[in-house]
């Protein structure tokens, strides 16, 4: 059972992982806009993981007797001069998504929550992989600075991100 402070916490949680994949679609929309389609299938991937994040969440809320509730979603900024702000915006959101990790895994230690200590393991795992991705990115785009043969490399390797659910139109046929 969770407490009351655990459940709004992990409430929060959730709205802040659905921010995060509307962030990473702005950002794909932007990418695409400037024709990075490698890019923008990367961050595209990005915000499915971030949407399944949210579930996990949602689904641990309520197998603990709580009950998920859905906030407003913040409108993320829909452009970024380049594709090293991008990235170098993406790690700051993700630094603060493992704050945000961080300070739930404060309230279970507090709280002696040990089944969401165990659940919020896996999120503090994920969140060093995820700054850790970004960070490879970054150093990439520091390292070919304004080279576009190294751009349109970097853009062709991202593109080989697998994304979780393809969406299909309907009509359309794989």
């Known amino acids: ?3 009351d402070n655990m459940e709004k916490a992990l409430n929060k949680q959730i709205n ?3 921010f995060s994949a509307y962030l990473y679609f702005a950002m794909a929309a932007d990418l695409e806009d400037k ?3 490698g890019t923008a299938h990367w961050m595209e991937s990005q915000a499915q993981e971030e949407i399944s994040h949210a579930m996990r969440i949602y ?3 309520n197998e603990r007797g709580g009950r998920a509730v859905l906030d407003a979603i913040e409108k993320p900024k829909k452009e970024w001069n380049s594709l090293k702000e991008i990235f170098e915006e993406a790690l700051e959101h993700e630094q ?6 961080n ?5 279970a230690v507090k709280e002696n929550d040990y089944a969401t200590k165990s659940f919020l393991n896996w999120f503090v795992d994920e969140q060093v992989e995820e700054e850790d991705s970004v960070n490879e990115i970054l150093d990439k785009i520091n390292l070919i600075e304004d080279s576009r043969n190294g751009l349109y490399n970097l853009d062709k390797e991202l593109q ?3 994304l979780m ?3 299909v139109p309907e009509g359309e046929e794989e």
């Open 1 to 3: 059972m969770l407490t």
């Open 16 to 18: 802040k992982e659905l």
């Open 35 to 37: 024709g990075f389609a």
């Open 59 to 61: 689904n641990f809320i």
């Open 96 to 101: 603060k998504i493992t704050a945000s990790i």
């Open 103 to 107: 300070a739930l895994m404060d309230i």
């Open 160 to 162: 080989q991100r697998p």
């Open 165 to 167: 659910c393809q969406f």
